[in-house]
């Protein structure tokens, strides 16, 4: 069943682009016909009226639960950079829209699939992937060592042994090359 966009977060702080333009960031979300939960963010800019800045796809999660808990985990970093996406994606051809893109109703499927009692990951590393190893780097940059943690185990990602004090861009490299790894074989 396809669902009208739902608004799951407003975040309180504005984040700003390149010019100055400040913007209202929201989390949206909409569940696809197969039943999953599709987010992506809107940006609507804070002072001047203008037309809503929407990203692609961020995520695609099992249901609006784990979505929003995905939402409550984007760093400032990862909304910063998905503004500067959105902005970069809309200079290049697409039109701005006061309401948020249609979806696809086929989100990827990720090789392996999470065990259904484990804790859910934010992200499919797999369908990011496909988006470019540098796009993979930023979101999983955006994440705690606890969110990565769940998606090494959900995703059952071979990344050798995590020493104690791993920092977030040691962990983030071992889980491209995990994942590029499994995309080659």
């Known amino acids: 069943m396809n669902s009208a966009p739902d608004v799951l977060v407003t975040f309180d702080e504005v984040v700003q682009d390149e ?3 400040t913007y209202i960031t929201r989390v949206v979300g909409a569940e696809t016909s197969l039943g999953q ?3 992506w963010l809107e940006f609507t800019p ?9 990203t692609e796809r961020e995520t695609t999660q099992p249901n609006r639960v784990d979505l929003r808990y995905w939402a409550t985990g984007l760093s400032r970093v990862f ?9 970069d994606n809309v200079s290049s051809g697409p039109v701005l829209r006061a309401e948020a893109p249609p979806r696809s109703a086929a989100p990827h499927k990720p090789r392996r699939t999470p065990p259904l009692d484990s804790r859910t990951p934010v992200l499919d590393p797999f369908s990011v992937y496909l988006q470019g190893e540098d796009i993979l780097r930023q979101q ?6 606890e969110h990565m943690r769940t998606l090494i185990d959900a995703y059952q ?3 050798g042994t995590i020493a104690a004090g791993t920092s977030n861009t040691g962990l983030a490299e071992k889980i491209v090359s995990a994942v590029r ?3 080659a074989s």
Do not use: F, M, N
Request: charged share 30%; no cysteine.
């Open 19 to 21: 010019s100055g333009a």
């Open 181 to 183: 790894a499994l995309r």
């Open 140 to 145: 999983l940059a955006a994440l705690s060592i």
């Open 37 to 39: 939960w599709e987010g």
């Open 157 to 159: 990602l071979d990344v």
């Open 79 to 87: 909304i910063e950079g998905s503004l500067k996406r959105a902005i």
């Open 46 to 54: 804070e002072k001047a009226r203008g037309d809503v800045i929407t």
